[in-house]
């Protein structure tokens, strides 16, 4: 069974575009997240969702715009895609959102913008 | 105040040596000092993780030492093995928030 999955693992597409990752956790987890992982293994914090509510929003360019339908899924949308837009997106869940407790983090979506 | 920095990038070790990555912070206020183990084309996955009321955890071959006067937090891995071959990363949080902030990675690789 999959705890943390995306869709999609690859995404290639050209400037200009507007693309969304899907995530989904199955493991009955109140808190999301969505971090960005740059081309030197860099790995920031973009979003946390707790229980669908917005907890954090990092310095993030206001063309991506997460979106929780429940509590279960998290969804990323990137409005005008740019070259520096090219990373590896990474969605995690933990059972609440506190800092001590376990990230379990799904396989990744590697993003490249043409 | 909110780095976590993290040294060495890369670490060449043969089988059966020790491996020892090291982390500093600044902010006084991070309660809880996790570490991540990444794989090639995998997200990273909790390895092992510390909190400052001591000065050493240790999980198999996988060991946390915690100087909490330096700031400083170090992984050793005990008789290293190919399959440890991953990119290690520290993080720092403060357990009453949800954001883990995270070092610059270690790219650990370990040769027969």
């Known amino acids: 069974d999959t705890a943390v999955s995306q869709t999609p693992k690859y995404l290639v597409t050209q400037m200009g575009n507007d693309k969304s990752i899907k995530c989904e956790q199955n493991l009955g987890h109140d808190t999301m997240y969505w971090y960005k992982q740059d081309s030197k293994k860099f790995l920031k914090i973009m979003f946390s969702?707790?229980?669908?509510?917005?907890?954090i929003n990092e310095t993030v360019p206001n063309r991506f715009s997460p979106k929780s339908p429940d509590k279960a899924h998290l969804n990323l949308h990137i409005n005008s895609l740019e070259l520096g837009d090219s990373a590896v997106y990474f969605c995690a869940s933990s059972i609440i959102g506190k800092g001590d407790n376990e990230q379990f983090f799904g396989p990744g979506t590697r993003l490249t913008v043409l | 105040q909110q780095q976590v920095k993290q040294s060495p990038q890369s670490l060449i070790v043969q089988k059966g040596g020790i491996s020892i990555i090291n982390c500093a912070y600044e902010?006084?206020?991070?309660?809880?000092f996790p570490w991540y183990q990444q794989f090639p084309g995998k997200g990273p996955a909790l390895l092992i993780a510390?909190?400052?009321?001591?000065s050493e955890k240790k999980e198999g071959r996988f060991t946390i030492s915690f100087n909490k006067s330096a700031k400083q937090f170090s992984l050793h891995i005990m008789d290293s093995q190919p399959g440890d071959s991953a990119t290690y990363f520290c993080?720092?949080?403060?357990?009453?928030?949800?954001?883990?902030?995270f070092g610059t990675g270690t790219r650990l690789q370990v040769f027969p």
């Open positions: 969702y707790n229980n669908k509510e917005l907890i």
């Open positions: 902010n006084t206020a991070f309660d809880y």
């Open positions: 993080a720092a949080s403060m357990s009453n928030t949800d954001k883990l902030i």
């Open positions: 510390i909190r400052p009321d001591v």
